[in-house]
């Protein structure tokens, strides 16, 4: 449905959301429902991620499925979810724009066809990420991800008896396929519920339509320790590796922890480095969100390349080329 009123072009991306909003009936809802469900599913991923960290759920024989969970986790936050914020055509999707392009410049020449060469077709690629690429891998990751919890059966939990193994043993598993599926109609139904009401109660929100340069605008909350890191050191390219930094990591996890024992108790040494990371992420969070917002590095669009100036995206009078100097 949102597909059908918003318009990818930069120069008609901000206006579009407004008229979606201003305009079309349910159309905030509706809007606000998608918002509000990406914070939810995001909120999901981490807390998944959280308990299958403290559980040693990762442990063989489901290595895969860990990693398989990562690049759930991946996909969603720094692919769905980032292509998301760029879309809606106002002042913080200008300022991550720039800061995705700074990033992909990171893998050479496959950056640059990541990147594109101007900002149009630029946010017009990213949108059908969006829309098309994105969801059909992430169908596919969760299928896989799906098929190997079928395959090696439930992790068991941390403490008693079973703590030290592979697996439930078959005399001690409950709940029959039919019983999970209605738990997960039960739950899933007060889930989107629960949105559905935030969604009525606060609408999306939208700032701004884009000045055409950069402003120093924080990014949304999930990305704001790596606006953190970026602010200690002045560069953007500082959060390409505050993101490898962190996948590698827990794709260490498992490789580190090799031990069949999944109590949290006794595994003091992994519960104590997640636990710093963790940490350390909700520290440089909060320093970034109390922090005055910071401009770093200036990104100009590629010569060449139209975006739109403040204050209309309608109109080829709002438009400027490259390369004019901007003030601050």
Do not use: C
């Amino acid at each position: 449905l949102l597909q059908q009123f918003i318009d990818p072009s930069p120069e008609r991306a901000h206006a579009s959301v407004k008229a979606l909003v201003e305009r079309v009936p349910g159309g905030s809802w509706l809007r606000a429902f998608h918002y509000w469900t990406a914070q939810a599913v995001v909120v999901a991923l981490m807390l998944h991620i959280l308990r299958v960290f403290i559980t040693g759920a990762y442990k063989q024989p489901r290595i895969l499925t860990w990693y398989f969970g990562l690049g759930l986790l991946g996909l969603g936050v720094f692919g769905s979810y980032f292509t998301g914020t760029v879309l809606k055509g106002d002042q913080e999707a200008f300022d991550a724009l720039a800061h995705y392009r700074a990033g992909v410049e990171w893998f050479g020449a496959a950056g640059s066809f990541l990147a594109s060469a101007d900002w149009i077709s630029l946010n017009v690629k990213l949108y059908a990420s969006h829309v098309t690429i994105l969801p059909l891998l992430l169908v596919l990751l969760i299928a896989a991800h799906f098929y190997l919890v079928n395959v090696h059966s439930l992790s068991p939990l941390p403490f008693g008896d079973d703590a030290a193994r592979t697996a439930v043993p078959a005399d001690r598993m409950t709940g029959t396929f039919l019983e999970h599926a209605t738990r997960i109609l039960i739950y899933g139904s007060l889930y989107f519920a629960l949105v559905a009401v935030i969604a009525w109660v606060y609408p999306a929100p939208l700032g701004e339509p884009s000045a055409g340069m950069e402003m120093g605008i924080k990014p949304p909350w999930p990305f704001l320790w790596l606006y953190a890191l970026e602010n200690m050191t002045g560069r953007m390219d500082t959060m390409m590796h505050g993101i490898i930094a962190f996948f590698v990591l827990l794709a260490l996890v498992p490789v580190l922890d090799r031990g069949t024992d999944r109590h949290p108790a006794r595994r003091k040494i992994t519960m104590g480095l997640g636990a710093a990371v963790l940490l350390g992420l909700i520290g440089l969070s909060v320093y970034a969100a109390v922090a005055p917002p910071q401009l770093h590095e200036h990104e100009h669009a590629p010569p060449g390349a139209m975006v739109p100036s403040a204050p209309g995206p309608l109109h080829d009078e709002g438009m400027v080329e490259d390369g004019e100097e901007h003030g601050h």
